[in-house]
């Protein structure tokens, strides 16, 4: 084999080994961003308010006065995840508000097994785009809730609807997840 | 001199590969024609895994009520025929193409990195026995479908999961790697003389798909990962109550599986655009605008995702947007079948069995296209979704789309492979008989949709049960035609009628200038570049 031809080969081993690089560096570059995607989307869902995903911090007290010329529905539905074995429901089913107008509504829990469960709930507003708009000053979400075996609590939510709501919106479904988080409290 | 004695030594070394015999020549192979054949024999037989459990579905969905097995086996066999047609049948079907294909119509000795080469094939058996294996585990096979959904797949789950999520990640890099030997090998290898505008389509849409898999498939090793921490080491990436969220599996999983979609169907372009010209004894229509449709489509399908998921509750803006990404899709694939259509147009047409294959490609192709339009329109999708229309739709685009064009191919380059011609009348039984069964098993499917009928449910209401049972009907014959193929396949390589090296007269592309079978080694010199010709 002359030299000539050698060197050929090495050009060409250089340059394949140049291809392999990037694109190796192209496969953890991609592998990262399915990672990245998680901030990003709760960065995307906060903003947004997509998805139904409330705040998870305390809302100011409203101070932009009501708008009485609107009436919002409110509906309250709530559910227990697999394994928690609780009585968990709001104790009204739904209100009429009006646009800045604060409201204060109790759910009923009770731990009906025979140990000590640490519970959290998990909000979801429908429709999602409404989610943004709805201002919780006070809520039981903010926090887990301990209860002892068979004790039972009434929980406060503290809300209102800001007056920015989009016109077609009239009615918002509140919906609460209650989960078992002993666990991952314990450990 | 050193390196120089080095390279000699390699040189040896690969004009001794084809005295090895037995299993050793399969296990250390690094010919690019040897690894290529191992692809396309193992995804056959995974077509006939996967088609044996299609069989045990449409069994027990032949009549309503429950006969053959619990719904839960059922959702084992949904789930599993999914992931095994997708990731063991027609993807690796493709790679075994591009693989044997490649090198020689571009002129180049071999793959770029045959070691690698070698290496990526031969994880995918195992990555397929431990996903096979878990049938007969105490959990049971993976039962949440191959989109594994979350929760389905982590609270929810049977304890398959992770033996699912590590034969998904074998099945990855398996992928990965073949696709940067792919682009390596296009990149670097081409003959001089074979510009980037004078390959051949089938080279330039697995280019294009290579790309789009080293893209997705670390982002479908992620999602799999994630879903592996969370199920097992108490994360909560998808886990509400963590702070995680089931919907953002269905955007990360969507991100990966649409790309995925066309990386199942770019390859069949090719070579569909490689044989219409060959039987019309035309030029293809419109070279240069099957590669830029081909690279608007790879571009688009990064930006189509959440038309998976319009009922999850997007905002009208989300779905209008998508809505709209998704129906764009339709120009370049328009301007694709029209190219086809024109190449066919006025050219002198003979039907042999690789061009019937292709013709039918078009025809039910496009059928599987407008459907896959309806389920654009973000309205009607609330009807459609996950009904047996999205059944149908899928099944015409890979069934009649991919697995056709992997038919097509098969035939068209068969006497390359073995030096014979197939036998012409088991061929066109073969043809015939599926594209028959087929229509029988899909076709009825769009009514059973759009009448109401959900997809991955055991047992049905009674008013579908006449469609079911010819959709069955259709089901199996479409299985036992497949079998036909099995023999043709055999009867061609022990014997027939003895092929030239250009055995279709309207054929181009260099892997027509060598004899047939293809001499082990081919193109250790550049081919010359004269016989290199635009398309």
């Known amino acids: 084999m002359s030299t000539e031809q050698n060197q050929e080969r090495s050009e060409k081993d250089n340059k394949t080994t140049k291809t392999v690089k990037k694109l190796v560096l192209v496969v953890f570059a991609m592998f990262g961003f399915g990672f990245a995607m998680v901030p990003l989307y709760d960065v995307f869902c906060d903003i947004t308010g997509l998805n139904g995903k409330t705040a998870t911090t305390a809302a100011q007290v409203n101070e932009d006065g009501i708008d009485e010329s609107r009436t919002i529905t409110v509906q309250f539905i709530s559910r227990t995840a697999k394994g928690i074995p609780w009585q968990f429901e709001p104790m009204i089913n739904e209100i009429k508000v009006h646009p800045g107008e604060m409201k204060l509504v109790k759910f009923y829990a009770k731990n009906e097994s025979a140990r000590d469960i640490i519970g959290q709930a998990v909000p979801s507003v429908s429709p999602g785009k409404a989610a943004i708009y709805f201002q919780k000053i006070e809520c039981f979400c903010f926090n887990s809730q301990p209860l002892k075996a068979q004790e039972d609590i009434e929980m406060a939510l503290q809300f209102y609807v800001d007056a920015e709501l989009p016109e077609e919106v009239s009615t918002i479904t509140l919906s609460y997840t209650l989960y078992d988080i002993t666990s991952a409290v314990e450990s | ?535």
């Open chain 2, 1 to 535: 001199m050193t390196t120089e004695a080095i390279h000699d030594s390699h040189e040896h070394d690969d004009h001794h590969d084809h005295k090895m015999t037995g299993i050793k020549r399969w296990l250390y192979t690094t010919n690019h024609k040897d690894i290529g054949t191992l692809y396309l024999w193992f995804s056959f037989i995974m077509l006939l895994v996967g088609g044996a459990l299609a069989m045990g579905i449409r069994a027990e969905l032949f009549q309503p009520g429950l006969q053959f097995m619990e719904p839960d086996f059922f959702n084992q066999l949904t789930t599993v025929h999914g992931l095994i047609m997708v990731f063991g049948a027609i993807m690796p079907a493709f790679t075994g193409f591009a693989n044997w294909m490649i090198p020689m119509m571009i002129g180049a000795p071999d793959m770029a990195l045959p070691r690698m080469n070698n290496w990526s094939f031969w994880i995918l058996p195992f990555a397929f026995s431990i996903l096979l294996a878990s049938f007969f585990m105490e959990s049971g096979a993976p039962n949440f479908g191959w989109t594994f959904y979350a929760p389905l797949s982590t609270t929810y789950s049977n304890g398959s999961t992770a033996f699912f999520v590590f034969a998904v990640h074998i099945m990855g890099i398996s992928s990965i790697m073949g696709a940067i030997n792919v682009i390596v090998t296009i990149m670097n290898m081409r003959a001089p003389g074979m510009t980037y505008m004078k390959m051949p389509l089938f080279v330039w849409t697995f280019f294009i798909t290579a790309y789009l898999l080293i893209a997705v498939m670390p982002v479908l090793a992620g999602v799999v990962t994630m879903l592996l921490t969370d199920t097992y080491f108490g994360t909560s990436f998808f886990d509400a109550a963590g702070g995680g969220d089931p919907v953002m599996f269905q955007h990360i999983f969507w991100f990966f599986g649409h790309p995925e979609v066309y990386i199942m169907i770019l390859p069949a372009f090719g070579i569909v655009s490689t044989i219409i010209p060959a039987f019309a004894r035309k030029r293809l229509f419109g070279y240069s605008s099957m590669v830029y449709a081909t690279a608007s489509i790879a571009f688009l399908s990064f930006i189509v995702w959440a038309h998976h998921m319009f009922t999850t509750g997007m905002p009208l803006f989300g779905e209008l947007f998508f809505m709209y990404c998704t129906m764009l899709i339709a120009v370049p694939t328009g301007v694709k079948v029209f190219n086809w259509v024109a190449t066919m147009w006025r050219g002198s047409m003979s039907f042999e069995v690789p061009m019937l294959f292709s013709i039918a490609f078009v025809i039910l192709f496009t059928i599987g296209g407008f459907s896959g339009l309806m389920l654009a329109l973000t309205p009607v999708d609330f009807q459609y979704h996950d009904t047996y229309f999205v059944v149908a739709h899928f099944h015409y685009v890979l069934v009649t789309g991919s697995l056709f064009s992997i038919y097509a191919g098969a035939y068209y380059w068969l006497p390359k492979w073995t030096g014979h011609m197939y036998n012409d009348k088991w061929s066109k039984a073969h043809f015939w008989c599926s594209l028959i069964s087929v229509n029988i098993l899909f076709f009825p499917m769009h009514f059973l949709g759009l009448a109401g009928m959900p997809r991955r449910i055991p047992d049905y209401a009674l008013q579908f049960a006449d469609f079911n049972k010819w959709v069955s009907i259709g089901g199996f014959a479409f299985g036992l035609s497949q079998l036909i193929f099995l023999v043709v396949v055999i009867k061609c390589i022990r014997g027939g009628e003895k092929a030239s090296a250009k055995p279709w007269d309207g054929a181009e592309g260099l892997e027509w200038t060598v004899a047939s079978p293809a001499p082990y080694h081919t193109f250790e010199t550049p081919p010359n570049p004269e016989d290199i010709k635009g398309q």
